[in-house]
C-alpha cells in the first residue's frame, strides 16, 4: 500500500465528501485528516480478510471494492462507502473479505485512532454511529 502525499486541507476536502462524515464539524475533519492515510491500492488488493481482526476502518475515495462473506458475492462498494466499521467497533473478526476490483484511493483510518477519535469527540461518534446503522440517508 502506498499513502498518498496530500495537504490536510485536501485531505479534510476527500472526508467530507464520504457520507459517514458528512456533518462532521471542520474541528472534526481537521482531527480525521490526521489520523487519515490516503493510499492507492492496486487491482486484487484484500482490505479485510474475513475472520481476520480488524486493524483499520477504510472510506472509498474512488475505485470500486467487491465484497463477499463464505465466498459469495454480497455487494460491489464505490466511492463514498466505507467498510470495516463493525470489527473495530465491537472488536468481533472482521465478517467479510473486501478486495479493489480496479485501482482503488481509499481514506484509511487505524483502529485505535478511530476508537479514540469517536471517545473525544461525542458528537461525531454519535453521528458515525446512526450512519453505521443505517438510520440516516446515504449510510449504504
Do not use: Q
Not at 59 to 68: A, H, Y
Not at 110 to 118: A, K, S
Request: proline content about 4%.
Amino acid at each position: 500500500m502506498a499513502a498518498v502525499r496530500l495537504k490536510r486541507d485536501e485531505v479534510c476536502d476527500l472526508i467530507a465528501k464520504a457520507p459517514i462524515f458528512s456533518h462532521a464539524s471542520k474541528s472534526d475533519l481537521r482531527h480525521i485528516a490526521a489520523i487519515a492515510d490516503v493510499v492507492d491500492l492496486p487491482a486484487g488488493k484484500a482490505l479485510t480478510r474475513e475472520g481476520e481482526i480488524g486493524r483499520e476502518f477504510a472510506v472509498i475515495v474512488s475505485g470500486c471494492v467487491e465484497v463477499r462473506r463464505h465466498g459469495r458475492k454480497l455487494r460491489m462498494l464505490g466511492s463514498g462507502d466505507w467498510l470495516g466499521e463493525i470489527a473495530l467497533l465491537t472488536g468481533a473478526p472482521r465478517t467479510a473479505t473486501a478486495t479493489t476490483k480496479e485501482p482503488t484511493r481509499v481514506i484509511l483510518i487505524r483502529g485505535g485512532m478511530f476508537r479514540g477519535l469517536l471517545e473525544r469527540s461525542p458528537r461525531l461518534a454519535y453521528r458515525v454511529l446512526e450512519r453505521v446503522a443505517g438510520l440516516v440517508p446515504g449510510s449504504d
